[in-house]
T-cell receptor, first 114, second 114 residues
């Protein structure tokens, strides 16, 4: 079955600095990839997804991610973060043939400091 | 503004009691997921349904957990009897189509079993 590893459990950054949240996946078949954000006491909200086509995916709130098949990675980036970006970020993967079985990483807590 | 609705938002119960969590998926969505989130295990897929039929509940402890969809507008997750280790946030999510490319999450039910 597919799995996801988020390499950093916590990432502290200063406001207006760039940030990269790392995600690596494992699967023997083709996959769909997702990034979700969770604000305190809220459910998860989709930031962006890679289904096919261009490997650079742009999402909401200025985030983007790049699918790298050779490195099995899907890192999330933002060139300049805001205080309001402080949240938990989850990378997720599902196999194309069984795409209802979506597996999530352990999450990365992004803390943006003033 | 279509969204997944979960009730109750919070539940505190004593060990041994039955707990029922409810979810109203977004109208028109035909896939429903149940996830459990804990600090130790992160987000775990418990079960999912397509067109009200259970497709996979392998992530769910069968002896005490049960999930059903009495109709297209209601999904339930029951725990009987509940145990302290069941304390977690339970999320319901819904999606549509035969190819699931996004899951819309509810705000979750925070369950505490004492």
């Amino acid at each position: 079955a597919q799995s996801v590893t988020q390499l950093d459990s916590q990432v502290p950054v200063f406001e207006e600095a760039p940030v990269e949240l790392r995600c690596n996946y494992s699967s023997s078949v083709s996959v769909y990839l997702f990034w979700y954000v969770q604000y305190p006491n809220q459910g998860l909200q989709l930031l962006l997804k890679y289904l096919s086509g261009s490997t650079l995916v742009k999402g909401i709130n200025g985030f983007e991610a790049e699918f790298n098949k050779s490195q099995t990675s899907f890192h999330l980036r933002k060139p300049s973060v805001h205080i309001s970006d402080t949240a938990e970020y989850f990378c997720a993967v599902s196999e194309r043939k069984n795409n209802n079985d979506m597996r999530f990483g352990a999450g990365t807590r992004l803390t943006v400091k003033p | 503004d279509a969204r997944v609705t979960q009730t109750p938002r919070h539940k505190v119960t004593e060990m041994g009691q039955e707990v029922t969590m409810r979810c109203q998926p977004i109208l028109g969505h035909n896939t429903v997921f149940w996830y459990r989130q804990t600090m130790m295990q992160g987000l775990e897929l418990l079960a999912y349904f397509r067109n009200r039929a259970p497709l996979d509940d392998s992530g769910m402890p069968k002896d005490r957990f049960s999930a059903e969809m009495p109709d297209a507008t209601l999904a339930t997750l029951k725990i009987q009897p509940s145990e302290p280790r069941d304390s977690a946030v339970y999320f319901c999510a819904s999606g549509r189509g035969s190819v699931n490319t996004e899951a819309f999450f509810g705000q979750g039910t925070r369950l505490t079993v004492v």
